[in-house]
């Protein structure tokens, strides 16, 4: 059974049309704007494709961009089953075909990109150049201290993922809020923009899908998502914001040489987790950089 995207019509993006596409079952949403090179934009939790809009702004006089919702988030169905970045990975392969796009390039934050990740890593003939956004690499060096450094930061993850508790602590406002307004060095997002990520959440389907998601973490991602073995030839750069509080400056500094042709990381001491909504200007200069 499919649940209906959130309430109300999607909120608007300067420049952006809002589509449907029908993807084997699942109808998926996403805002598209501008002309030129396509880029695909995805989003993490506890975001849609909203958190884009001030890189839209300042991209779409140069590219094509493609802003989804991820499946069980923001406008898109939520089918009840594929809340897995594998699954993810697979409706946007899906999607760049049914608009007819045969290679982007990929911006990725969170969810969106440990999807980056899998995409650039298994079907490195659809994309050109790659920007991970606040998520690990799929090679860190795991160690003692790594691991003590990453444990106090993954509470919320473990209260996202637990059997029944997940889902009610979604639907609890104030836990999406409380993430989004702490994990920030300055103060990034109006109140307005905290509800609107965090009232996705109320529908049930959608507090399932999230956790859902986060016990695929804890099931997979912990072992390296089944891609440490796994060569990259994109040419890739990873931002970070050093003062995030969910993710160890530790799991991306070190351990990608060798894994990757062309790949640098770029620690930005003055940012959190929240890297698109804190440095939107700094995010779109890199892009525009790097594309051209």
Same mark, same amino acid.
């Given at each position: 059974?499919?649940?209906?995207?959130?309430?109300?019509?999607?909120?608007?993006?300067?420049?952006?049309?809002?589509?449907?596409?029908?993807?084997?079952?699942?109808?998926?949403?996403?805002?598209?704007?501008?002309?030129?090179?396509?880029?695909?934009?995805?989003?993490?939790?506890?975001?849609?494709?909203?958190? &884009? %809009?001030?890189?839209? *702004?300042? $991209?779409?006089?140069?590219?094509?961009?493609?802003?989804?919702?991820? /499946?069980?988030? +923001?406008?898109?169905?939520?089918?009840?089953?594929?809340?897995?970045?594998?699954?993810?990975?697979?409706?946007?392969?899906?999607?760049?075909?049914?608009?007819?796009?045969?290679?982007?390039?990929?911006?990725?934050?969170?969810?969106?990109?440990?999807?980056?990740?899998?995409?650039?890593?298994?079907?490195?003939?659809?994309?050109?150049?790659?920007?991970?956004?606040?998520?690990?690499?799929?090679?860190?060096?795991?160690?003692?201290?790594?691991?003590?450094?990453?444990? &106090? %930061?993954?509470?919320? *993850?473990? $209260?996202?993922?637990?059997?029944?508790?997940?889902?009610?602590?979604? /639907?609890?406002? +104030?836990?999406?809020?409380?993430?989004?307004?702490?994990?920030?060095?300055?103060?990034?997002?109006?109140?307005?923009?905290?509800?609107?990520?965090?009232?996705?959440?109320?529908?049930?389907?959608?507090?399932?899908?999230?956790?859902?998601?986060?016990?695929?973490?804890?099931?997979?991602?912990?072992?390296?998502?089944?891609?440490?073995?796994?060569?990259?030839?994109?040419?890739?750069?990873?931002?970070?914001?050093?003062?995030?509080?969910?993710?160890?400056?530790?799991?991306? %500094?070190?351990?990608?040489?060798?894994?990757?042709?062309?790949?640098?990381?770029?620690?930005?001491?003055?940012?959190?987790?929240?890297?698109?909504?804190?440095?939107?200007?700094?995010?779109?200069?890199?892009?525009?950089?790097?594309?051209?």
């Amino acid at each position: 059974m499919t649940a209906a995207g959130s309430t109300g019509a999607p909120p608007e993006i300067e420049g952006a049309e809002h589509r449907y596409a029908d993807l084997g079952g699942v109808r998926i949403h996403y805002a598209e704007a501008g002309e030129g090179d396509p880029v695909l934009v995805l989003h993490g939790w506890p975001q849609h494709h909203y958190m &884009w %809009r001030e890189v839209i *702004a300042r $991209l779409r006089h140069r590219h094509r961009l493609i802003a989804p919702d991820l /499946r069980g988030f +923001g406008w898109s169905d939520a089918p009840g089953r594929g809340y897995d970045c594998e699954t993810f990975a697979e409706d946007q392969i899906s999607l760049l075909d049914e608009l007819g796009i045969d290679r982007a390039n990929v911006i990725g934050h969170d969810w969106g990109g440990w999807t980056l990740w899998i995409l650039v890593l298994r079907h490195p003939e659809r994309f050109r150049r790659a920007i991970p956004l606040n998520i690990p690499h799929p090679w860190p060096q795991i160690g003692l201290r790594t691991i003590l450094d990453q444990s &106090w %930061r993954g509470w919320y *993850a473990a $209260l996202n993922a637990a059997p029944a508790v997940g889902p009610l602590a979604m /639907r609890a406002a +104030g836990h999406a809020v409380g993430f989004l307004q702490r994990a920030n060095t300055g103060h990034p997002f109006t109140d307005q923009e905290v509800e609107l990520y965090a009232s996705q959440f109320r529908d049930p389907a959608r507090a399932g899908a999230a956790a859902s998601l986060y016990r695929y973490y804890f099931r997979t991602m912990l072992g390296g998502g089944g891609l440490a073995k796994e060569h990259l030839t994109v040419p890739t750069r990873l931002l970070f914001g050093t003062g995030d509080v969910a993710i160890s400056t530790r799991l991306v %500094r070190d351990g990608w040489q060798g894994h990757a042709d062309d790949m640098e990381v770029e620690l930005v001491d003055d940012s959190g987790h929240f890297i698109v909504n804190e440095k939107p200007d700094l995010v779109a200069q890199r892009a525009l950089e790097f594309f051209a």
